[in-house]
């Protein structure tokens, strides 16, 4: 199904309050951008990204934890793998296009509505990068490095302290999860299929992501 926008099924907020939405397909979407648009022009965007091999890893992961019979990521990276033609328009691959995605988006919104989250830096500074997303919104910085700890056993950063909880809380078991492991060749021809692209985000978005 695709993606649905209309102020009638957002909840209702006060002044001076915030209304957030998260669907990852949004950005993919061709249809999105033009239904936002048509919702709100003063809506601001904000875009999670990260290296998009690790992204198409990840979104396998994904797939396979639900459907474990599936060819090998090497075999679904390749149209035909003697050839070394990637298949681009496998999803876990086409989503990493960033730059074309946010060509469309562009094409309604203009750059200072759009807020990048750098992936990576999100799990190695959380309070950094969701401090710029605080800016961002406009909102004074009250998440700060003091609301993080570092869980070894999850690999990843955990809050203290959520908000209504005396506990610690980590993201779930659906989140960070073991990636299969991946023939470096493979990576290698992956590495080469995304630079142009890569390279043509990061002069759209205004922003060295720093993916090799
Ligand atoms: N703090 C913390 N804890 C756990 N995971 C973290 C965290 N910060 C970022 N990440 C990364 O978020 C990835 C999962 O997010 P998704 O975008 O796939 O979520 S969603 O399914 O779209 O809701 C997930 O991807 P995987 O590692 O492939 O599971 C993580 O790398």
Known sequence: MSPICRWSVMPKALDGQIV????????????????????????????VVRDPITRAISDYTQIISKTPDIPSFENLTFKNRSTGQIDSLWSPLYIGLYAKHLERWLAYFPLTKIHFVHGERLISDPAGELGRVQ??????????????YFNKTKGFPCLKKPEGSSKPHCLGQTKGRTHPKIDPEVILKLREFYQPHNLKFYQMAGMDFGWQ
Do not use: N
Request: net charge positive.
């Open 20 to 47: 957030m939405e998260k669907t990852p397909r949004y950005f993919v979407t061709p249809e999105t951008p033009a239904r936002i648009h048509a919702m709100s022009r003063d809506i601001k965007l904000i875009v």
């Open 135 to 148: 800016d961002f919104l406009g909102l004074q910085r009250i998440i700060r490095d003091k609301h993080f």
